[in-house]
């Protein structure tokens, strides 16, 4: 979150948001909104009520959908924590349905020859591990 600098007013999708400690981050330390995502009914319920729990589920947008088939068109920051072969399958997704701006963070896989604007090293379980930004070019 703080390599995409979040911050008010901006729209934090997790696509694939598992229990949806991301977006709940999103919105409790950088007074975003969010959108948790997950093809999953269970970590939809989970990431619903751990948002409950921690009193913000009333800024945050659960969608129970195929990542690959949700409309990400008002998100202004997306976070990323897939595979690599589901990152390069959401790459072009990302490049034509966001707008020039919007930052993405994945961690751990990149995005192909997608060269990102920023790499971050971060230990996460003992380990060191890549979390990489991109932003949405100009067309």
Known sequence: LQLARVGKGDVVYDLGCGDGRIVISAVRQFDARGVCVDIDPKRIAESRENARNAGVANRIRFINNDLLATDIREATVVMLFLSPELNLAVRAKLLQNL?????????WHDMGDWIPQQTLRVRSGGVERPLYLWIIPQR
């Open 99 to 107: 707008r020039p701006g919007t930052r993405i963070v994945s961690h």
